[in-house]
């Protein structure tokens, strides 16, 4: 059966992974802290001015179906909430954070995911990111897809299918010629991957940079 979230769904759950892995002494959150992070600027396209009420009706459906559960802390004062991506999906923590940044963040490059997955957990360089990503690509139940390029972009993005689309759909609101199908994972090294120019490696440096940054605020901003 195939994975159907709406796009606030989305985007409680990729937060809810998010702040897991970057503040995890303010895991779970408090719906004002989710509020927070479905609203957050930095780190999320597209951008979501999502109100009080919005929230609570993705939560009660995310509830319904599995994917959150509440938690009660504080002696009861304040009730959180948690992800089980884990458990619906049957990934690991470095996939998970890879998913989160695409739930997040929308289509990206294993470089781009790479950066910014980082910062929750080790998922290795590109290359590994790619594998990773082929191996979600090739469940009975694609996750993500690798997408086509469009004018101007010099790498491949991929995108996440836990929203209902077939990786056809995908592929075709996106633009582009179809690109060849996602190998199994277990198939033969491909060919080495070109070097990027060098001002696409000083972005990725600066991005990481930035996100390393982030990281340090929002567990300052946990800890307060």
Not at 117 to 146: C, F, I, K, N, W
């Amino acid at each position: 059966m195939g994975i159907d979230l709406q796009p606030l769904e989305q985007r409680v759950v990729g937060v809810l992974i998010e702040k897991q892995y970057t503040v995890p002494d303010a895991y779970p959150l408090t719906l004002n802290a989710l509020l927070a992070g479905c609203n957050q600027k930095s780190n999320r396209s597209p951008h979501m001015e999502v109100m009080d009420w919005e929230l609570e009706g993705a939560v009660r459906g995310l509830m319904d179906r599995g994917w959150v559960t509440r938690v009660e802390r504080d002696s009861g004062r304040a009730m959180r909430y948690s992800h089980q991506a884990k458990e619906q999906l049957g990934v690991e923590a470095a996939d998970l954070a890879i998913l989160s940044e695409l739930l997040c963040r929308g289509p990206q490059t294993p470089t781009e995911l790479k950066t910014r997955a980082a910062r929750m957990a080790h998922v290795g360089g590109p290359a590994d990111v790619e594998d990773r990503l082929q191996a979600l690509a090739s469940r009975p139940v694609p996750y993500v897809t690798r997408l086509p390029k469009r004018p101007r972009e010099q790498m491949q993005r991929w995108c996440h299918l836990l929203d209902g689309r077939t990786a056809e759909e995908a592929v075709e609101g996106y633009g582009g010629e179809t690109p060849a199908p996602a190998a199994p994972s277990a198939a033969a090294p491909s060919a080495p991957r070109p070097t990027s120019d060098p001002l696409v490696a000083r972005i990725d440096e600066l991005e990481a940079e930035v996100a390393d940054l982030k990281a340090r605020l929002d567990r300052l901003e946990g800890t307060a």
